[in-house]
């Protein structure tokens, strides 16, 4: 600033002092100038100075962007603006929050870019509400301004529906598949677990189809969609079902009669394959394969003396 009114003075005085030497000669033989110098001279006498402090503000606001501190000039603007608003008596001093379940308040409102330096005056209620908007944990929102001091926000939460593992990672996911946050243990219930590329968004219509089933979906600890097509159940006590691509519905009807009428789940074997329609087939574990091979050899009729 005092550059400027450094620069401002120089031009006042030089704009104001006598006609130098030369020109005086000229004026005194009665010659006009002519060319560039004449276009100088017609020009107001504060148009230097003006055009001056053009240059100046331009090669400030140059030096800004080039050197990387616009986003901390405007914000040091923006505070610099909302300071003035608070002392003038729009500072706000009570937020409502509606509708919220899993975020705090403090969370809504560093989401919507609301903070301690904000003046209701100058908050731009449409951005905030498209900042609370763009956040995966919220649907709808509505932003309020109650002036002098009030704001008020009402949001829509979507629904934590399910956890979604995929490359490793564990997410906690809503109803149309979107991603919601990392899993934390501590802070959610217990949710069904889907696994798998493409789980996610497939997650709803399968978990609706499995709740039809209770005897199947108590037991079930993880449902997998392998290549994108079909889906595997992993029970409890580790036992794997291959379902098929198609008629899921009738196979996990033909799943839980067996384990109604023959308590199959309990039985000692480790996958039930589903996937072909006129048949079930069963893999035993290791040691139930040992004992059926046994039981088998025991049950084949001895040779008599004199059998070829």
Do not use: C
Not at 26 to 46: C, V
Not at 99 to 125: C, P, W, Y
Not at 277 to 304: C, F, G, M, N, T
């Amino acid at each position: 600033m005092d550059a400027v009114i450094g620069v401002a003075a120089a031009l006042r005085a030089r704009l104001t002092r006598a006609p130098s030497p030369a020109k005086s000669r000229r004026l005194a033989r009665g010659k006009q100038p002519t060319g560039l110098i004449a276009f100088l001279e017609r020009l107001p006498r504060r148009t230097g100075l003006t055009a001056t402090l053009l240059l100046l503000a331009g090669s400030a606001s140059l030096g800004v962007v080039k050197g990387g501190h616009l986003e901390a000039f405007l914000t040091t603007l923006s505070d610099t603006r909302n300071a003035l608003a608070n002392s003038a008596g729009f500072r706000i001093t009570s937020v409502a929050i509606n509708g919220r379940k899993q975020l705090s308040q403090d969370e809504v409102l560093a989401i919507g870019g609301v903070n301690g330096r904000s003046s209701l005056l100058f908050l731009d209620a449409a951005s905030v509400r498209e900042k609370l908007k763009a956040d995966a944990w919220i649907s709808e929102a509505t932003v309020l301004k109650l002036y002098p001091g009030e704001l008020r926000i009402d949001i829509t939460e979507r629904a934590p529906f399910a956890l979604w593992q995929h490359d490793g990672r564990l997410f906690v996911i809503s109803e149309d598949g979107s991603v919601l946050q990392n899993y934390v243990p501590d802070r959610l219930i217990k949710l069904p677990l889907v696994v798998g590329k493409g789980a996610a968004v497939r997650a709803k219509e399968f978990l609706a189809l499995l709740a039809r089933y209770p005897q199947v979906n108590a037991v079930t600890r993880a449902a997998t969609l392998v290549g994108e097509r079909r889906w595997n159940l992993r029970l409890n006590d580790g036992l794997d079902v291959r379902l098929p691509e198609n008629d899921v519905g009738n196979a996990l009807l033909t799943l839980s009669n067996l384990d109604h009428d023959e308590r199959l789940f309990s039985k000692d074997i480790v996958a039930i394959d589903l996937r072909l329609p006129d048949r079930l087939v069963v893999q035993l574990s290791d040691e139930a394969a040992k004992a059926r091979e046994e039981a088998l050899k025991k049950k084949e009729p001895k040779k008599k003396v004199g059998d070829a």
